[in-house]
């Protein structure tokens, strides 16, 4: 099974920019069978999906979220990343990124997800 | 975007007794609902895709049923390790991809 690991700053000023990066395991990151995504939790509420990236650099991105979000690859280190910009409260949240599968975009493999705090 | 609606919110069972979560969609999904099973601290789990196709390593006391609009996820006899928040996931109109509000079983 895949391992996925996020890193990145756990406060973030409002109105600045999160910036997150996921790193995966092994050489599947350029499979052509796997979407790259993040997925975002605050705490004590649900699920939010933020968008998803293919190797190719190719983005799926949730319109309510869309003008805000970045996403890039970086195949040459197994890498993937997140910039969300004019952070607020409201972005405070546990960051999960995972694979999908391109056929079907159900959530294979997660990383154990990273505590983002917005505050000053 | 489709509107995924979970129900109980929380469901009380026994250790040993059946759980029963209902997850419904605010359109036709065909079968392209996934489960999640998220424990306390922990990143969510992949159980069920495809409405009914248990992820490996997913325990054979764990099915998903349904197709269109009305799906769910049962657990036969209720472990230690089953206490857990359960997302569903549609994937059929993609994007945006949504998720249900959970339900606790306690």
């Known amino acids: 099974q895949l391992q996925l690991q996020e890193s990145g700053p756990g406060l973030v000023k409002p109105s600045e920019t999160l910036s997150l990066t996921c790193t995966v395991s092994?050489?599947?990151?350029?499979?052509?069978?796997?979407?790259w995504g993040w997925i975002r939790q605050p705490p004590g509420k649900g699920l939010e999906w933020i968008g998803h990236?293919?190797?190719?650099?190719?983005?799926y991105y949730n319109p309510s979220l869309q003008s805000r979000v970045t996403m890039s690859v970086d195949t040459s280190k197994n890498q993937f990343s997140l910039k969300l910009t004019s952070v607020t409260a409201a972005d405070t949240a546990v960051y999960y990124c995972?694979?999908?599968?391109?056929?079907?975009?159900?959530?294979?493999?997660w990383g154990q997800g990273t505590l983002v705090t917005v505050s000053s | 975007e489709i509107v995924l609606t979970q129900s109980p919110a929380t469901l009380s069972v026994s250790p040993g007794g059946r759980a029963t979560l209902s997850c419904r969609a605010s359109?036709?999904?065909?079968?392209?609902l996934a489960w999640y099973q998220q424990k306390p601290g922990q990143a969510p789990r992949l159980l069920i895709y495809?409405?009914?196709t248990r992820a490996t390593d997913t325990p054979a006391r764990f099915s998903g049923s349904g197709s269109g609009t009305d799906f769910t996820l049962t657990i036969s006899s209720l472990q230690s390790e089953d206490f857990a928040v359960y997302y569903c996931?549609?994937?059929?109109?993609?994007?945006?991809?949504?998720f249900g509000g959970g339900t606790k079983v306690e």
């Open positions: 990236i293919y190797y190719s650099g190719s983005t």
């Open positions: 996931q549609q994937y059929n109109n993609r994007p945006p991809l949504t």
């Open positions: 495809g409405a009914s």
């Open positions: 359109q036709s999904l065909s079968r392209s």
């Open positions: 092994d050489d599947s990151f350029s499979s052509s069978s796997y979407y």
């Open positions: 995972a694979n999908l599968w391109v056929v079907e975009n159900y959530f294979d493999s």
